[in-house]
């Protein structure tokens, strides 16, 4: 399983025209599940986005979580982070999970967030999104479990 985390000041996600989520300070997580992936990477996933401290404190830190920042989370389901571009040029998405079975464990993401006291919004599985992003620093984190 691998996110792509970047803390925002606003982003708006859009299919067909209409808008779907939007929120203001938080992280956008971009979430991509491999063909091999488990439910069991769903928990240390959740984990590291609820307590990944990379908004600032009063001093100027990255100190704080996205809830002690007051900020929303928004997942992206994104499969194209298992492209592979190592042989030509065009992406292989061989390593990416088959629909299906990465449906279930982006929600058991969401899930676990949620349980975690996170407002959590996101994307539409599957579709064609368009994502405004306004992002903050920039701060982008890569995390792979």
């Known amino acids: 399983m691998r996110a792509v985390i970047q803390r925002v000041g606003h982003t708006k996600l859009s299919v067909e025209g209409r ?6 300070n938080g992280l956008v997580v971009y979430l991509g599940v491999g063909a091999d992936d488990t439910a069991a990477q769903c928990a240390p996933m ?13 001093g100027g830190k ?5 809830q ?3 900020g929303e989370v928004l997942l992206v389901s994104q ?11 065009r992406p292989s ?6 629909p299906e079975a ?19 919004k996101k994307g539409v ?12 620093g920039p701060v982008t984190v890569l995390f792979e479990c």
Do not use: W
């Open 93 to 98: 998405f061989i390593a990416a999970a088959r």
């Open 102 to 120: 990465a449906e279930p464990l982006y929600e058991e993401v969401i899930r676990l967030l949620s349980e975690r006291g996170l407002r959590v």
């Open 19 to 24: 808008l779907i989520a939007e929120i203001e």
């Open 125 to 136: 599985f599957g579709a064609d999104m368009k994502i405004e992003q306004y992002n903050d």
């Open 79 to 89: 499969f194209t982070l298992y492209g592979d571009c190592r042989h030509g040029n």
């Open 62 to 66: 990255m100190n704080l979580s996205v």
């Open 46 to 58: 959740a984990k590291k986005i609820a307590q990944l401290r990379i908004f600032e404190d009063a």
């Open 68 to 70: 002690e920042a007051g």
